[in-house]
């Protein structure tokens, strides 16, 4: 390959360079493995459930595994989607507006989210504690019922953190989002 072949090749390849990665996009990383996590341990039990049905088995207090780790699932789940904006949007006026409004409609959505989220990690916080309070336990095993809830509640604390993090970075470093942000897909 001649000299000349060798920079058409470089020039024609981009350099992406991943940028640097710092603490807090570690830490977004770990909570969107943890949903992951979480969601692949809902597939194992009721994928375990159904075999064992096949046989006339059941584990014992599965339905109500089934409905804690649903619900840890669900607001991890909030936590990994809300902050990289992922979740289902209609973005009708947002489309149709220059990037200043375009930024504008994303803070205050993102605060909007942020306030609901606050008041669900609250309320949850209550469920969570009385349901401590109450000794409240599964139907075969006595297992307490508490601990799903607190983990359930953490992923939504998570959810907090990510939305209060988004908020910033939406407000006073709006370039790290731009890395985030994907092209609108028309759907047909």
């Not at 990383?29 to 006339?56: K, M, Q, Y």
């Amino acid at each position: 390959m001649s000299e000349r072949e060798a920079q058409a090749n470089a020039a024609a390849e981009p350099i992406t360079a991943e940028p640097a990665r710092n603490g807090m996009d570690r830490f977004i990383d770990n909570i969107e493995l943890l949903a992951a996590v979480f969601i692949g341990i809902v597939a194992a039990d009721v994928f375990v459930t159904v075999v064992l049905r096949a046989f006339s088995m059941s584990i014992p207090d599965s339905y109500n595994f089934g409905q804690y780790l649903l619900g840890i699932l669900i607001f991890w789940g909030i936590a990994a989607t809300s902050y990289r904006g992922t979740h289902i949007t209609v973005d009708l006026v947002w489309a149709n507006v220059g990037p200043r409004w375009q930024r504008g409609i994303d803070v205050f959505a993102t605060l909007v989210l942020l306030f609901v989220v606050v008041v669900q990690t609250y309320t949850l916080f209550d469920k969570t504690v009385s349901t401590y309070s109450s000794n409240l336990e599964t139907l075969e095993l006595r297992l307490p019922v508490w601990p799903f809830f607190a983990v359930a509640w953490l992923g939504d604390v998570s959810a907090v953190l990510l939305i209060a993090v988004r908020t910033y970075r939406l407000v006073f470093r709006p370039e790290t989002m731009a890395r985030l942000a994907q092209p609108v897909k028309v759907v047909e």
